[in-house]
């Protein structure tokens, strides 16, 4: 257990809302990661932080934004939810970003836009 | 691009006995790390085993090993003795250069009573 939460763990919402989900961690890691895990597309990275303030895009980070104004909280929002981003998402944690390190997942989020 | 396959879907052993899960991959670096991952029904993702490029040793944790092929770029999973509990979605991760992770789409395993 790395210490990591996702909240909230089960979103339904409308096409168009705004959603933001939250991973919050409790060992001040640097590195934290959001990621998207579809069927046939394994996990996928959206965006990630190497500290706060500091984030960079992923593999499909369109229709995604993040924010990190606390080392233990790594935000991500999508500003206009819709039907394509119904999916899990799952935060994930490094100490550091190199090769080497491994990543410790939280519990997931499944998200649902109708 | 680097890349991560795993071929089989679905795999179903017979609890107690051995099962083998593939995952090939695709990189021109020569340093990287690989990772099998455990996806049970509640969704947690759990690290199984890591193979570190380097060693030629393959890495085993209890039950758990890998047959790591370089050249071939091959990384197997093996479970021994095969429990119910093992029943997941196992996910081959791929860690190189670029420090991001590069999964594979995953084999569901089964296992029989």
């Known amino acids: 257990d790395a210490g990591i939460t996702q909240s909230p763990r089960h979103k339904v919402t409308e096409t168009g809302t705004p959603v933001t989900l939250r991973c919050h961690q409790t060992e001040n890691h640097r590195y934290m990661y959001w990621y998207r895990q579809d069927p046939g597309h394994g996990l996928r990275l959206i965006h990630y932080s190497y500290g706060v303030k500091d984030t960079d895009k992923g593999e499909v980070s369109d229709g995604y934004s993040v924010s990190r104004s606390k080392t233990e909280d790594f935000l991500l929002t999508l500003e206009s939810a819709t039907s394509s981003q119904t999916s899990v998402y799952f935060c994930a944690i490094s100490e550091g970003q190199g090769a080497a390190d491994t990543q410790y997942f939280g519990p997931g989020t499944r998200l649902t836009v109708l | 691009a680097q890349t991560v396959t795993q071929s089989q879907p679905e795999m179903s052993v017979q609890e107690a006995e051995t099962v083998t899960l593939s995952c090939t991959y695709d990189?021109?670096?020569?340093?990287?790390?690989l990772f099998w991952y455990k996806q049970p029904p509640s969704r947690q993702m759990i690290l199984v085993i890591r193979?570190?490029?380097?060693?030629?040793q393959n890495a085993t944790e209890n039950r758990f090993s890998v047959n790591f092929q370089k050249a071939a770029k091959s990384f197997s999973l093996k479970i021994s003795d095969s429990q119910l509990g093992d029943a997941a979605m196992y996910f081959c991760?791929?860690?190189?250069?670029?420090?991001?992770?590069?999964f594979g789409t995953g084999t569901r395993l089964k296992v029989l009573a």
């Open positions: 990189t021109s670096e020569s340093d990287y790390y």
């Open positions: 193979q570190e490029a380097y060693k030629q």
């Open positions: 991760a791929y860690s190189g250069g670029t420090y991001k992770y590069i």
